[in-house]
C-alpha cells in the first residue's frame, strides 16, 4: 500500500482538493462540551487540541496544548445522524385527488473528516440494514453515495472504548476514501478507494520514520483499552440467559430513556407519524429515530409487549449482540463504547455481559 | 354540513395555554373556518352554557363554584380535552393540597370571608370524564393544532409520553447530565415541548410532566452522586408537575430513602 505524508501546515491542500469533490466538508469541532461534526468554514482551521474524558455517565473536554486535532476519541454522534437524519420527511399526499408524492431531498456532495474505525464498521452494518434488501431505502442512499470519508486512526483510546475486543478498531481497515494517521507535526495518508488514491497521487511519500511513528501510536490506542466483550460469539450465553435474574437487577437502574440507542451508531429504529396541515388539504409522512425503550415500539393490537424495562433492555442487549447475527451476519455492537459514556446512569453494556457471564 | 362547535373554558390557571391557541398567527383563521368557536373569552366569544362537540379546558379545580362548573362543562360537551398542567395534574397549585391553605388565605387577605377557595387544587380529570390530555406547562401550538387535526379527522390524537431524552437527541444537544452533571429532568419527562431548556445548555424541570416510565429511584441516586441535595432534588419534583401520580411518588420515595 502506497502511504503517503503531509505537513500539518500543508494540510490545507487536502481541504482544496477535497472543495473540488465535495461541497460540504464536515469537521470535528468542540460545541456544547462535545466533538460534534460541523460544517468547516472557508477558511476556518480545525481547532487543535481538545481531547476528552469518558467514564460510564460521564464526557468531559479539555483543552490541551497539543498541536493534534483528532486527539479526542468519539464523541456523542459521527455518521449516523449524516445518512439517517433524526428525523426526516418521507412523502407527502394531497386530500384533492388523493394524490402522493415523495419529498424530494437535495443531498450535497460532503467530505467529512476525522471519522473513526468504529464509526465505519457502524456505517457497514447501517449499509447492510437500508441497502441489504431488495428495496433499498432511496433516502439512505442519495445520502450514503454524496459522502467522501476521511478516517483517522486513533491514537489514543478513551476509557469507554472497546473495538479491539469487537475487532472493529483501533485504525480504520474498511470504508473511507482516504484515512489519516495523524502525528505531531503532520499527517501520514492512505487511501481505501480509486477515488481516493486519485487525490492523494500528487503528495509525496512518507518515510520509515513517520511510517513506524503511526504504527506505534495504533499500538498505544491498543494498550489504553480496559473495556472489553468477550471474544466468542455471545448468541449461546444470551439464549440460555434469557430467563436470568440479571435483567430486573439491571431495571433497578435503567431509565428506559432511550440515550443508548439514539448515540448508538448502528441502532437504527424509527418511528414514523403523518403530520397534516391544519386545514386537512394534505399531511406529510415523518420518519424520525425511535427506541426499543419506549411502550409504543412494542405496541401491537392493543397490547405493549414490552411494559417493563427489564424486557425492553432484554431486547435491545438480545438483538445487539445475538439476533444482529441472524440478521446481518455480525454482532451490532462496534466497541465505540457510546451508551457507556451518554447513560445518564452510567450502565456499561461490557459489564451487563460480564455479569451475565458468571464474572 | 355544520361546523363543528368550539368553546375554550378557563379554570384556575395563568391563562398560557389559551395563548397556544391566540398565538397560532394565521392559521387561527383557518382553525375559525373549521369550527364555531361559540366561547373563547380570551379571544371574545362569551357563551359559557353553549353545547358543544369539543370543550378544552385550561385551569384546575380549586374553588366551590368550579366543582359545579366543570360538571356542567362536561354535561354540555361531546369531548373534553384539558390543556396544561393545571388542568392535566392540578398546576403549580397543587402545592397547596398538602398544606393548611385555609391558614395561608386569613394571613394574606384582610377580609378573608370574600375569597371562596377550596383546600386543594386538583386535575379536571378527578371530577369528570376526560377524553384526551395535554400536557405541558405551558403546552404548545404544535400540540393543540395537532389535536384538533386528530379530532377533525375523527381519530385519537398522539399521545407523547415518552421520555424528553429521545427528543433532545433527535435535535443532537450534547447531554447536560453527561457533560456537565446538572440534575436533568429530562430521562423523568414527557416529550412535547421539543426539548427546549437543554437546547439552551439548561436542564429540564420536568414542566412537561411525567414520562411513560418513571425510574426515579435510580435517577436521584445519580444527582445524590453529583451532590444535590436531598431538599433540592424533593423541590425538582415538587414543582409544576407536583401533583402527578409519579411524582409524588417519588417524593414519598426520596423523603423514605434519599440518606441510605
Known amino acids: ?359 | 354540513m355544520m361546523k363543528p362547535r368550539l368553546a375554550v373554558h378557563k379554570f384556575t390557571s395563568c391563562d398560557g395555554c389559551q395563548l397556544a391557541i391566540l398565538n397560532m398567527g394565521e392559521e387561527l383563521l383557518t382553525l375559525a373556518d373549521l369550527v364555531d368557536i361559540v366561547h373563547f373569552a380570551e379571544a371574545g366569544p362569551v357563551e359559557p352554557e353553549a353545547q358543544v362537540d369539543i370543550a378544552i379546558v385550561e385551569g384546575s379545580v380549586s374553588t366551590p363554584d368550579e366543582l359545579e362548573r366543570i360538571k356542567r362543562v362536561r354535561e354540555n360537551s361531546n369531548c373534553l380535552i384539558t390543556i396544561g398542567a393545571c388542568a392535566t395534574t392540578g398546576g403549580i397549585q397543587a402545592l397547596r393540597n398538602h398544606q393548611d391553605s385555609s391558614q395561608w388565605v386569613s394571613d394574606i387577605y384582610p377580609q378573608a370571608q370574600f375569597i371562596q377557595s377550596l383546600n386543594t387544587s386538583t386535575a379536571i380529570r378527578e371530577h369528570v370524564r376526560v377524553d384526551f390530555e395535554l400536557w405541558g406547562c405551558p403546552v404548545n401550538s404544535r400540540q393543540v393544532k395537532a389535536m384538533l387535526r386528530s379530532l377533525l379527522f375523527g381519530v385519537s390524537p398522539i399521545d407523547e409520553k415518552s421520555s424528553l431524552c429521545l427528543e433532545c437527541k433527535r435535535q443532537q444537544n450534547p447531554c447536560v447530565v453527561v457533560t456537565k452533571q446538572e440534575p436533568c429532568m429530562g430521562p423523568l419527562t414527557r416529550t412535547g415541548c421539543g426539548a427546549l431548556c437543554p437546547h439552551f445548555g439548561k436542564a429540564c424541570f420536568a414542566c412537561y410532566g411525567p414520562s411513560e416510565t418513571v425510574n426515579s429511584h435510580s435517577l436521584v441516586k445519580r444527582y445524590q452522586g453529583f451532590g444535590v441535595s436531598k431538599e433540592d432534588m424533593i423541590r425538582r419534583f415538587n414543582h409544576i408537575q407536583n401533583n402527578a401520580a409519579a411524582y409524588k411518588e417519588s417524593v414519598i420515595n426520596i423523603a423514605r430513602n434519599f440518606d441510605e
Open chain 1, 1 to 359: 500500500m502506497d502511504l503517503y505524508y503531509l505537513p500539518r501546515s500543508g494540510f490545507s491542500q487536502l481541504i482544496d482538493v477535497l472543495r473540488n469533490h465535495a461541497e460540504t466538508i464536515m469537521v470535528p469541532k468542540a460545541q456544547d462540551g462535545a466533538m460534534v461534526f460541523s460544517e468547516l468554514d472557508p477558511g476556518e482551521e480545525i481547532e487543535a487540541g481538545w481531547q476528552e474524558v469518558q467514564d460510564a455517565g460521564r464526557y468531559s473536554l479539555e483543552k490541551t496544548e497539543s498541536p493534534r486535532w483528532f486527539k479526542w476519541a468519539t464523541g456523542p454522534q459521527a455518521l449516523k445522524p449524516i445518512v439517517y437524519p433524526p428525523r426526516e420527511a418521507l412523502w407527502r399526499v394531497e386530500k384533492q385527488g388523493i394524490t402522493f408524492e415523495s419529498v424530494p431531498e437535495s443531498v450535497p456532495a460532503t467530505a467529512i473528516i476525522g471519522v473513526r474505525a468504529c464509526d465505519l464498521a457502524a456505517l457497514s452494518l447501517l449499509d447492510k440494514h437500508f441497502l441489504g434488501s431488495q428495496f433499498p431505502d432511496t433516502a439512505y442512499k442519495s445520502r450514503r453515495d454524496s459522502l467522501f470519508i476521511v478516517a483517522v486512526d486513533c491514537a489514543r483510546s478513551a476509557a469507554t472504548c472497546f473495538c479491539v475486543s469487537t475487532g472493529d478498531g483501533p485504525s480504520a481497515t474498511q470504508g473511507f476514501d482516504i484515512a489519516l494517521s495523524e502525528l505531531e507535526d503532520g499527517f501520514v495518508l492512505r487511501s481505501g478507494s480509486a477515488r481516493g488514491e486519485s487525490l492523494l497521487k500528487g503528495f509525496s511519500r512518507a518515510n520509515e520514520r513517520q511510517i513506524t511513528l503511526s504504527e506505534k501510536q495504533v499500538d498505544q490506542a491498543i494498550s489504553m483499552q480496559t473495556r472489553q466483550l468477550p471474544a466468542q460469539d455471545l448468541r449461546s450465553l444470551i439464549n440460555k440467559s434469557l430467563e436470568s435474574d440479571a435483567w430486573e437487577a439491571i431495571a433497578a437502574r435503567c431509565l428506559s430513556c432511550g440515550n443508548c440507542t439514539s448515540v448508538c451508531p448502528t441502532c437504527f429504529c424509527h418511528s414514523e407519524s403523518a403530520l397534516a396541515e391544519l386545514d386537512g388539504s394534505s399531511s406529510t409522512q415523518y420518519r424520525e429515530w425511535d427506541s426499543c425503550f419506549t411502550q409504543s415500539h412494542s405496541y401491537i393490537h392493543g397490547i405493549v409487549i414490552r411494559s417493563e424495562t427489564a424486557t425492553r433492555y432484554r431486547q435491545w442487549f438480545t438483538h445487539k449482540l445475538a439476533n444482529w447475527h441472524e440478521q446481518y451476519g455480525r454482532s451490532g455492537c462496534v466497541g465505540c463504547g457510546r451508551c457507556i459514556s451518554w447513560c445518564p446512569v452510567g450502565i456499561d453494556i461490557t459489564q451487563e455481559v460480564a455479569t451475565l457471564n458468571g464474572n
